[in-house]
């Protein structure tokens, strides 16, 4: 009897075979009763059984968790139903010891086109899950140190400018007596270096107010300065701050999506500067018939 085409089938499926060892992946196959008809080279070094020791067997009794078993034939049924699944889950090595996998699972059919089974294609999310958590946890912390340092200067900002109150109110009472052309001048000096504050620390105080809110709905935040701003400025601070922070806040409120921006430029005036601030988002804006409020 001529056994060529035989033979050539047998070559031809042990060369599959030997490519799927190759694979950086554990490549497993069932038939429809859960028994395991196939186990490739990385599949023994995932879950530490060998081939001979598993073939034949439930895939129940091998990689699935005792508490994950009762899932096992609902994800038979979807697998039946769409032909391909993907499934992230615990798995289990021969030592008893669990760990995160991903699989994706498709059904197998012979040279009929009958299905007979079900491949699975799976991976140890191990590092995966790790650097997950590195990044959460760095996450964390960032947004932790981003609040602790807008509530530190907020809390310094209050202190320090109860008693410059103090020390600009009594230098604005001190002009107002009899003093001589030098002690004018220091104490005018005094006043002015209370009251001139830095923009840009200004700014980011501001912006790191409502940060928290924007990162829950993915906005940026951001603020540019033109260059024809000056960077120390004479000002109310607390009050500058204070309606930046109700601008930023009501930008952030009733925009869903995109950005939040503030712009800062300055118009020379005979004196010094005009600053001019404008908050800008991607959010509803205001209706017209509702402008006349502003």
Request: hydrophobic residues 40%; aromatic residues 8%; charged residues 30%.
């Amino acid at each position: 009897q001529d056994i060529t085409e035989r033979k050539m089938a047998e070559e031809r499926v042990a060369f599959q075979a030997s490519l799927l060892d190759q694979v950086r992946n554990a490549v497993i196959a069932t038939d429809f009763d859960g028994r395991i008809i196939y186990w490739n080279r990385f599949a023994e070094s995932l879950y530490q059984w060998k081939a001979e020791e598993v073939l034949g067997q439930k895939i129940k009794d091998t990689i699935i968790p005792l508490d994950n078993r009762s899932a096992q034939e609902d994800l038979v049924e979807e697998i039946l139903a769409q032909g391909y699944r993907e499934y992230e889950c615990l798995a289990r090595r021969k030592n008893g010891s669990l760990f995160p996998s991903s699989h994706a699972f498709s059904t197998i059919c012979d040279n009929r086109g009958r299905r007979i089974g079900i491949v699975s294609v799976s991976n140890d999310l191990t590092e995966r899950k790790r650097v997950e958590q590195d990044l959460r946890e760095a996450k964390e912390r960032a947004e932790s140190a981003t609040k602790a340092k807008s509530e530190f200067l907020a809390n310094m900002s209050h202190e320090i400018r109860t008693p410059m109150n103090a020390v600009i109110g009594f230098t604005g009472l001190l002009l107002n007596t009899n003093i001589d052309p030098v002690q004018r001048d220091y104490i005018e000096t005094i006043r002015s270096s209370g009251d001139c504050f830095d923009l840009i620390e200004c700014l980011e105080g501001s912006i790191n107010m409502v940060a928290e809110a924007a990162a829950r709905k993915g906005l940026t935040l951001s603020y540019e300065v033109k260059p024809t701003v000056p960077r120390y400025l004479l000002g109310d601070l607390t009050r500058l701050g204070q309606v930046l922070v109700n601008l930023l806040g009501n930008a952030v409120k009733f925009t869903e999506k995109g950005f939040v921006r503030v712009d800062v430029s300055a118009l020379p005036v005979e004196d010094g500067y005009e600053i001019q601030f404008q908050v800008k988002d991607s959010g509803i804006g205001i209706s017209q018939d509702r402008m006349s409020r502003l």
